[in-house]
């Protein structure tokens, strides 16, 4: 069973940053494409960054050059380094397998909260 485990949310101020940790466990993780997903306040869920299972990563235009998604196949766990942040990009954020855009596929984990407020 696909167990995922998000850490690292915060509270920080508008050019900060933050480093997001979601420990896998249940699954050959290293055999696997993950992403990123968030969502703000009030809006539906927003697919950020995948990277694949050779570490080929995606993002969205908003969060490209600011955000970097990474692996450790022997820890399991995937990373999202998040430079310069921004109001907007106050959400909570998941991780989830697949590569897939569509922000709802996949299996996500519970979520870190991340508030990017002066």
């Known amino acids: 069973e696909v167990h995922l485990v998000e850490s690292g949310g915060g509270l920080v101020q508008p050019g900060g940053s933050l480093r997001l940790s979601c420990a896998a466990s249940?699954?050959?993780?290293?055999?696997?494409?993950m992403k990123w997903v968030r969502q703000a306040p009030g809006k539906g869920l927003e697919w950020i960054s995948s990277i694949d299972s050779r570490g080929v990563d995606y993002y969205i235009n908003p969060v490209r050059g600011r955000f970097t998604i990474s692996r450790d196949n022997a820890k399991s766990t995937l990373y999202l380094q998040m430079n310069n942040l921004k109001t907007e990009d106050t959400a909570v954020y998941y991780c989830?397998?697949?590569?897939?855009?569509?922000?709802?596929?996949?299996?996500r984990g519970q979520g870190t909260q991340v508030t990017v407020s002066s």
């Open positions: 249940g699954f050959e993780f290293r055999r696997y494409d």
């Open positions: 989830a397998t697949g590569l897939s855009a569509i922000p709802e596929a996949g299996t």
